[in-house]
């Protein structure tokens, strides 16, 4: 069944927002590799490439639908951030935004009685209680650290094992 205008209007807006997500992680990466803080600027690069399988999530949801794709200019970010914790603490803000924007595409497929987009939109629900809680958790022990070195190398090195994972490939073992 086609998507109706308003929850297509709400998704391609979505979109955007995603790839302005990978945008605003890969500044703050490249910004990271410049201090040489190489596991916080792979953390961050991983985030990227996260927020740009968010985005195809979406993409390819708008076409399933037999909806239309617009594709508008995505917002510039900054490569000036001055520490980890200020960079942290904004993805934090970032999020809950984000959060924000995906209930409200809830609150329009439940009104819609678009049940195939409301389960689509469960997987995002899930991942943004992630998603807060990562870009919190390092907030705050940034905060701890403070201006101790040890610990922001120990940091540094915790984030640089993080692994990506495509959630847009099926589950299940890889095929030959
Ligand atoms: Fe795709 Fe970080 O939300």
Known sequence: MKINQK????INKQI???????????GMSARCTEMN???MAHWLYVQAQEEMTHAMKFYRFVLDRSGHPVMPAIEGVSTDWKAPVEMFAAA?????????????IVDIALAERDHATASMLN??????VEEEANSSEITEKLKLIGESKDGLFML????SV???VDSTLPAGPAQP
Request: aromatic share 16%.
């Open 7 to 10: 929850l297509e209007d709400a």
């Open 16 to 26: 955007n927002a995603e790839l302005y997500s990978a945008y605003l992680y890969l």
């Open 37 to 39: 803080l190489k596991g």
């Open 92 to 104: 934090y803000e970032h999020e809950k935004k984000v959060t924000a924007m995906i209930n409200n």
């Open 123 to 128: 997987w995002f629900v899930d991942e943004q």
């Open 156 to 159: 540094d090195k915790e984030l």
């Open 162 to 164: 993080r692994v990506f």
